[in-house]
């Protein structure tokens, strides 16, 4: 299995371009995450999914869209890159059963993005 | 609110020896999971260990273990025979029922090995 894997590992945006970074999961997992990492700092969530066609906001989803079309995929819209933005963001996946046995999440590599 | 409390922004030990991050954190709820994440200079996030708020014994994976204090809501790590690929932020992790699964982050240590 590969894990967790997201594309492009680094990019450079002006202000204003719109990308997507994307995010691929092959371990079935239902539940999918978006976070950012600002220097020095912990991760705060953007957005996470219980499963395809479900998503919900988290900590700070301001500038920021997804969607889940997949179980595997879950992509993530930045419309209107403001420098703000600049951070690195990691995808991450986790299966949940219903009950409290198995919540641990795997991340990806991370893409590292600057806004300019 | 839930949080997650990380009071030593860095911590440095010598190779071989044994150290020990501290983390706290504030809930009301009885059921949750506890984690330590490692993020090395590739910035990848890998899981070192996981605890079981229901469990009464600590969790141990290896050279890492958990002291998990329910009742005083702390979750210290402790590396032992510390290696120079330890080198690594470490971030404490909490998530509880009323969480939908989310996880709430520390702000990390930054762990050295020296040789």
């Known amino acids: 299995n590969a894990g967790v894997t997201q594309t492009p590992k680094f990019r450079i945006l002006k202000i204003g371009q719109s990308m997507t970074l994307q995010c691929t999961q092959d371990?079935?997992?239902?539940?999918m995450y978006w976070y950012r990492q600002d220097p020095g700092m912990g991760l705060k969530l953007i957005y996470y999914s219980v499963g395809a066609g479900i998503t919900d906001k988290g900590e700070v989803p301001n500038g920021y869209n997804v969607s889940r079309s997949t179980t595997e995929d879950f992509p993530l819209r930045l419309e209107l890159a403001a420098p703000s933005q600049t951070s690195v963001y990691f995808c991450?996946?986790?299966?949940?059963?219903?009950?409290?046995?198995?919540?641990?999440?795997?991340f990806g590599p991370g893409t590292r993005l600057t806004v300019l | 609110a839930q949080t997650v409390t990380q009071s030593q922004p860095e911590m440095s030990v010598q190779e071989a020896e044994t150290v020990t991050l501290s983390c706290t954190y504030d809930?009301?709820?009885?059921?949750?999971?506890l984690f330590w994440y490692k993020q090395p200079p590739s910035r990848q996030m890998i899981l070192v260990i996981r605890?079981?708020?229901?469990k009464q014994q600590n969790a141990t994976e290896n050279r890492f273990s958990v002291n998990f204090q329910k009742a005083a809501k702390s979750f210290s790590l402790k590396i032992s025979d510390s290696q120079l690929g330890d080198t690594a932020m470490y971030f404490c992790a909490f998530t509880g029922a009323g969480n939908n699964r989310k996880l709430i982050w520390g702000l990390g240590t930054s762990l050295a090995v020296n040789p």
């Open positions: 991450a996946s986790s299966y949940s059963s219903g009950t409290w046995d198995t919540d641990t999440q795997y």
């Open positions: 809930t009301s709820e009885n059921n949750y999971y």
């Open positions: 605890q079981e708020a229901y």
């Open positions: 371990m079935n997992h239902n539940y």
